[in-house]
């Protein structure tokens, strides 16, 4: 079976260590995948439920760390 097109994309970021941004599009759902020296260090979706914690990431007003002592206090949702 042969890897979608999205899937070796991110292979390829991936293995290239690349840092950026991926956006992805299927109809109306919309998806940008933060890159981070070949990692996915963020994800933001154009439908859905976002909490309040996870906007506060997205805005750069907690880090990463923050956002999780909030899921494992319970507070992340």
Known sequence: MR???LAE???R???EKATGYVRVQHGERR??????????????VGFGY???AQALLQAERIDPGQFD??????EGG
């Open 3 to 5: 890897a979608s097109p």
């Open 31 to 44: 998806a940008i995948l933060a890159m981070k020296d070949g990692d996915v260090v963020g994800v933001e």
């Open 13 to 15: 970021a991936h293995k």
């Open 9 to 11: 994309v991110l292979y």
């Open 50 to 52: 976002q909490s309040v």
């Open 69 to 74: 002592a909030l899921w494992a206090r319970g």
